[in-house]
T-cell receptor, first 111, second 112 residues
Framework: DAMVIQNPRYQVTQFGKPVTLSCSQT?????MYWYQQKSSQAPKLLFH???????NEADTPDNFQSRRPNTSFCFLDIRSPGLGDAAMYLC??????????FGAGTRLSVL | QKEVEQNSGPLSVPEGAIASLNCTYS??????FFWYRQYSGKSPELIMF????GDKEDGRFTAQLNKASQYVSLLIRDSQPSDSATYLC????????????FGTGTKLQVIP
């Protein structure tokens, strides 16, 4: 059974129309991450949480926000998507050895 | 200098051969090293982690770490076509909550 679940798997939005991506985990872990990955690029960390302690990467655009209402759920809000925000968005929690366990990802298209 | 560097490939090997994937990193304070496999259009999957200098084996996979040279590698023995994927190296960043930095990955093609 999947331990990190992302919805939806595919999301199409219009330029400038807000969109929310969701993630849930069944591992009850206190750390969660959001990454952005574009084609042929490395996953880029946007935010991470330790419990409710929110950590924003210095180069994450203000257009990206996140919420974590409880241990299990985490949301990524893109307030005004641009064409350059089309990417795979990956949610993750901690895996064995301190690595990350990723959900299946949400592929975002911006028209 | 990039924090984690990998040759983008593609690295082509015949089926049954050993595939050798390499990664260098810049931060001498890094303590944890990870290899992920990512199939096209899918999310990364953790396949190996290593903390100590030397070799760590898991089935057909062997991770090798040399902290003095700031070098980590992944060997895949008896390569199969199903091993064809992009392999991402990741290194922990000291000071964060298990933050890691990823390399851009090496694309491996196993030729039947």
């Amino acid at each position: 059974d999947a331990m990190v679940i992302q919805n939806p798997r595919y999301q199409v939005t219009q330029f400038g129309k807000p969109v929310t991506l969701s993630c849930s985990q069944t591992l009850n872990h206190n750390v969660m991450y959001w990454y952005q990955q574009k084609s042929s690029q490395a996953p880029k960390l946007l935010f991470h949480y330790y419990d409710k302690d929110f950590n924003n990467e210095a180069d994450t655009p203000d257009n990206f926000q996140s919420r974590r209402p409880n241990t299990s759920f985490c949301f990524l809000d893109i307030r005004s998507p641009g064409l350059g925000d089309a990417a795979m968005y990956l949610c993750a929690t901690i895996s064995e050895g301190g690595g990350q366990y990723f959900g299946a990802g949400t592929r975002l298209s911006v028209l | 200098q990039k924090e984690v560097e990998q040759n983008s490939g593609p690295l082509s090997v015949p089926e049954g051969a050993i595939a050798s994937l390499n990664c260098t990193y810049s931060d001498r304070g890094s303590q944890s090293f990870f290899w992920y496999r990512q199939y096209s259009g899918k999310s990364p999957e953790l396949i190996m982690f290593i903390y100590s200098n030397g070799d760590k084996e898991d089935g057909r996979f062997t991770a090798q770490l040399n902290k003095a040279s700031q070098y980590v590698s992944l060997l895949i023995r008896d390569s199969q076509p199903s091993d064809s994927a992009t392999y991402l190296c990741a290194v922990n960043m000291p000071g964060g909550y298990q933050k890691v930095t990823f390399g851009t990955g090496t694309k491996l093609q196993v030729i039947p």
